[in-house]
């Protein structure tokens, strides 16, 4: 079992940054990939980004490019999302999830409880 708990949510103005934090308990994780999805009201959940844990490899959602930043910390166990220029459409909560591999085709394997983000204009 793994266990996710999400941090670092909160308000901020439009071009602002955030840094949210996973951390990751309860068993062996480099097998597992690492993502970060968000989900404004009435809307889907979307992914935002992901990081495997054993080799760092990233992905970003094309919103997002060159704004996030995922990254991991193998001493600690735990996975940021470096948030830079701020939208209000970054409006949502955000969720850390942990899938086995690197196929995220089934649906995440772990997700944590979510985290507010609120971008004002």
């Known amino acids: 079992q793994v266990q996710l708990v999400e941090s670092g949510g909160g308000l901020v103005q439009a071009g602002g940054s955030l840094r949210l934090s996973c951390a990751v308990s309860?068993?062996?994780?480099?097998?597992?990939?690492m993502g970060w999805f968000r989900q404004a009201p009435g809307k889907e959940r979307e992914f935002v980004s992901t990081i495997t844990w054993r080799l760092g490899g990233t992905r970003y959602a094309d919103s997002v490019k060159g704004r996030f930043f995922i990254s991991r910390d193998n001493a600690e166990n735990t996975v940021y999302l470096q948030m830079n220029s701020l939208k209000p459409e970054d409006t949502a909560v955000y969720y850390c999830?942990?899938?086995?591999?690197?196929?995220?085709?089934?649906?995440?394997?772990?997700w944590g409880q979510g985290t507010q983000v609120t971008v004002s204009s």
């Open positions: 309860g068993r062996t994780i480099s097998d597992y990939t």
């Open positions: 999830a942990a899938v086995y591999g690197s196929s995220w085709a089934r649906g995440a394997d772990y």
